[in-house]
C-alpha cells in the first residue's frame, strides 16, 4: 500500500486542516507512515504566523529537498498558511516541491488524487482529546498579528454542523502508542473548542455572541466527560457566562484568556482594549466567582516602544493575580502588521532577554502555586503508558490542556489509556505533578 507522511507545523487550529487533508490521503488510498524515508507522498501543512515559524519550515523545506534529490521520498505536496504569506518566495526556493495548495484548499487535493471529499477528519495524534474548531479567521488586527491577513475574515462554523462534528469525533476510536485503535476501540473523553477568538463565536453568523447555546448544544452530546474553552479574548468575554461553568458540569473551570500585554500604553497600541486594572479585575471576579477555576494567560515582551515600567507592570500582574499557567513570547516584528513600522522598535536579542526574566520571575510564583496541589486528590485523564515501568502511566490534570500546561505521571497497576481516575498528588517537578491512583 502506498503510504503518506505529513508535517503538521504550528497550532492546533493548523492541526484540524491537516486532520482533513490526512482523510483525503487516505482516501486516496495512502496509509499514514510516521517514517518520511520512503513515503509516497509528503505532504507539509505550513504555520506562518510568525518569522520563527517561517525559519522552521525552511528547516522542514530543507531536509525534504535533500531526501527528493536523493529519491527517498516521491511526491511533495505543501499547502498551509504560507500560502497567504509570501509563497512566491518558497515556490522559488524549493522548485522540488512538486504542488502548492492553497490554505484549506481540500477541494484541489481530492482532484489531485482523483478521490472524494471525505466526511471525518483522520486522526493525527494520540490521546483522549480531541479538538473542535468553532470558527476561523479573525478581524481583530491586533497590530503585532499576522492572522487577520492570512486566515481572513470570522467564519463561524453553524451550531448545528459542530454537534455534528462533535459527535462524529465522540466516536472516532482513539489511536494508540502504535499509532492503531485501540482493541478493543476507545473514545475521546475530552472536546476542546479551538478557534482565533471563541468569544466572537457566532457575531458573523447570528448577528450575536452565541458561545453559550454552541455550549449548551455541545453538552448534550453523550461521550465527552470535559469540554474545554480555549483562546477567550479578554475583552470579549462577558462575565454572564460564569454562570455556564456552574449550570454544565462537564465545562471545565478552565479560562485561557491571552491578555498579551498589561501596560495602558502598550494594550492601546496593540489595538487591543483592557489594561492591568480591568484585567486584574477580570481575572479576580472569575475566581471569586469559581474559586476552583484554573486561569492561563500569554505575555509578550519587547513590543515596541516597551518601557522598563511597562515590564515591570507586567511582573506586578502576575504577582497580583492567582494565574496557574502563563506562555510567554517575545515580540517579532512581522511585515504588513502596524507594529511593524512603529516608533521605538526594541532589538529582539534585548526582547528575548526580557522575555526570559519574565519567565524567571514567573518561575518562582509558579512554583508556590503549584506546590498546593501536593497531597490533593485530583480527577486525571490517562492520556496513555509511560516508558519507565508497567505500571507508569502519562495523564493530564483538568486544569491542564495537552502540549501546554503540563502533565500528571501516574503510578498505578490497574489504570487504563482513556479512563479519568482519583489520584493523590505525591510531587510536583515542574509542570509535571507525580500521583498514585486512589
Ligand atoms: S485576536 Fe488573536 S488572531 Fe486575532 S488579531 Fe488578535 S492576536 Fe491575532
Not at 56 to 83: F, H, P, T, Y
Amino acid at each position: 500500500m502506498k503510504k503518506f507522511y505529513l508535517e503538521s507545523l504550528g497550532c492546533p487550529k493548523n492541526l484540524v486542516d491537516s486532520e482533513n487533508f490526512a482523510a483525503i490521503l487516505q482516501q486516496a488510498g495512502f496509509r499514514k507512515t510516521d517514517n518520511v524515508v520512503g513515503a509516497d507522498i509528503v505532504f507539509v501543512n505550513t504555520c506562518a504566523f510568525l518569522q520563527s515559524s517561517l525559519a522552521e519550515l525552511e528547516d522542514v523545506l530543507n531536509a525534504v529537498e535533500e531526501l527528493k534529490r536523493e529519491g527517498q521520498i516521491g511526491r511533495v505536496i505543501v499547502s498551509g498558511c504560507v500560502m497567504n504569506r509570501n509563497p512566491k518566495h518558497f515556490q522559488e526556493a524549493y522548485p522540488s516541491v512538486d504542488n502548492w495548495i492553497g490554505l484549506k484548499d481540500f477541494a484541489t487535493l481530492a482532484k489531485l488524487l482523483v478521490t472524494e471529499l471525505p466526511v471525518q477528519r483522520k486522526q493525527l495524534e494520540t490521546g483522549f482529546h480531541a479538538y473542535l474548531r468553532i470558527s476561523d479567521g479573525c478581524e481583530n488586527f491586533c497590530s503585532y498579528c499576522k492572522i487577520p491577513s492570512i486566515r481572513g475574515k470570522l467564519l463561524s462554523v453553524p451550531i448545528e454542523q459542530l454537534k455534528l462534528e462533535a459527535q462524529a469525533l465522540a466516536a472516532r476510536p482513539v489511536l494508540s502508542d502504535k499509532g492503531r485503535p485501540y482493541s478493543p476501540e476507545r473514545f475521546p473523553q475530552e472536546l476542546i473548542l479551538i478557534a482565533q477568538d471563541s468569544c466572537l463565536y457566532g457575531t458573523d453568523l447570528y448577528g450575536r455572541k452565541a458561545l453559550p447555546e454552541l455550549i449548551e448544544a455541545l453538552h448534550e452530546i453523550e461521550g465527552f466527560k470535559w469540554i474545554r474553552l480555549m483562546y477567550l479574548h479578554p475583552d470579549h468575554f462577558e462575565l454572564d457566562w460564569l454562570a455556564l461553568f456552574e449550570r454544565f458540569p462537564r465545562l471545565l473551570p478552565y479560562f485561557e484568556i491571552p491578555i498579551q500585554h498589561v501596560s495602558r500604553g502598550i494594550i492601546s497600541a496593540m489595538h487591543r482594549q483592557k489594561s492591568e486594572t480591568e484585567l486584574t479585575e477580570l481575572f479576580l471576579t472569575i475566581k471569586r466567582r469559581l474559586p476552583q477555576a484554573a486561569l492561563r494567560t500569554t505575555l509578550m515582551t519587547g513590543f515596541p516602544g516597551e518601557s522598563l515600567q511597562d515590564y515591570k507592570a507586567m511582573q506586578r500582574f502576575l504577582k497580583s493575580v492567582p494565574l496557574l499557567h502563563m506562555g510567554s513570547f517575545a515580540f517579532s516584528a512581522e511585515d504588513g502588521t502596524a507594529a511593524y513600522s512603529m516608533q521605538g522598535q526594541i532589538k529582539s536579542s534585548a526582547a528575548l532577554r526580557r522575555q526570559d526574566k519574565l519567565e524567571m520571575f514567573w518561575e518562582e510564583l509558579r512554583q508556590q502555586r503549584w506546590e498546593n496541589y501536593v497531597g490533593q486528590v485530583l480527577d486525571v485523564l490517562i492520556e496513555g503508558r509511560g516508558s519507565d515501568s508497567p505500571d507508569e502511566f502519562v495523564g493530564r490534570a483538568w486544569f491542564q490542556a495537552p502540549e501546554i500546561d503540563g502533565q500528571v505521571i501516574v503510578n498505578s497497576s490497574s489504570c487504563k489509556p482513556g479512563q479519568i481516575v482519583k489520584t493523590e498528588i505525591d510531587d510536583v517537578v515542574g509542570t509535571t505533578l507525580f500521583a498514585h491512583t486512589l
